[in-house]
Nanobody
Framework: QVHLVESGGGLVQPGGSLRLSCEASGSIVTLRTINWYRQAPGKERELVATITDGGSANYADSVKGRFTISRDNTKNTVYLQMNSLKPEDTAAYLC???????????????????WGQGTQVTVSS
């Protein structure tokens, strides 16, 4: 199994910064692409940022220029640096690996979609 755990959320004032972490653990063979989503109450889940295993990144227009996604493959960790935060960034932020590969037995591998439980970000004065 592969597990994702997010951390780094909290309460921050408008204009402030936070860095979220998504740490993977378990029988990881490779994580491949990692996504950060967010979901605010009453709104649809929104894809915020994506990073491939090679480090190529893409962002939603709403966060472009303010958020930066990065990864440290040696630590199986993906980061989301969030700057110039706005009240509309308030949401639960979830990490997703849509096609992680995990070892399920000797020389036996499985492609899994894995979600973390999320970390809350609240931007308010």
């Amino acid at each position: 199994q592969v597990h994702l755990v997010e951390s780094g959320g909290g309460l921050v004032q408008p204009g402030g910064s936070l860095r979220l972490s998504c740490e993977a653990s378990g029988s990881i063979v490779t994580l491949r692409t990692i996504n950060w989503y967010r979901q605010a109450p009453g709104k649809e889940r929104e894809l915020v940022a994506t990073i491939t295993d090679g480090g190529s990144a893409n962002y939603a227009d709403s966060v472009k220029g303010r958020f930066t996604i990065s990864r440290d493959n040696t630590k199986n960790t993906v980061y989301l640096q969030m700057n110039s935060l706005k009240p509309e960034d308030t949401a639960a932020y979830l990490c997703n690996a849509p096609a992680a590969v995990g070892a399920v037995g000797p020389r036996t591998y499985q492609t899994l979609e894995v979600w973390g439980q999320g970390t809350q970000v609240t931007v308010s004065s």
